[in-house]
Nanobody
Framework: QVQVVESGGGLVQAGDSLRLSCAAS????????MAWFRQAPGKECQFVAG????????MYADSVKGRFAISRDNAENTVYLQMNSLKPEDTAVYYC?????????????????WGQGTQVTVSS
């Protein structure tokens, strides 16, 4: 089994930055990819960014390209999401997820382990 715990959310103003962390534990050797999703009230869960832990390739949603960056600390089994130039539309609960089959997916169904989420609120 794999477990993940997110941290780093908060309330910021538009234009500010935040860094989210996702710490994985358990059978981390079985992880092929880790990703961040977000869900705003009344909206569907949306892929934000992901990293293939075997190839280090990354993928981003168009809405965050150039503003967000995903990175990984292998030794700590931790993935980070650096969020810059935050906008009110980035307000959501951000979830970390892991995938235990090859590839880097971008849909909810591509990932099997999810964290509890961390709230990010961006005020205008």
């Amino acid at each position: 089994q794999v477990q993940v715990v997110e941290s780093g959310g908060g309330l910021v103003q538009a234009g500010d930055s935040l860094r989210l962390s996702c710490a994985a534990s358990g059978r981390t050797y079985s992880i092929y990819a880790m990703a961040w999703f977000r869900q705003a009230p009344g909206k569907e869960c949306q892929f934000v960014a992901g990293v293939n832990t075997r190839t280090e390739s990354t993928m981003y949603a168009d809405s965050v390209k150039g503003r967000f960056a995903i990175s990984r600390d292998n030794a700590e089994n931790t993935v980070y999401l650096q969020m810059n130039s935050l906008k009110p539309e980035d307000t959501a609960v951000y979830y970390c997820a892991t995938r235990r089959v090859p590839g880097l997916g971008t849909t909810y169904y591509d990932y099997t382990t999810w964290g509890q989420g961390t709230q990010v609120t961006v005020s205008s």
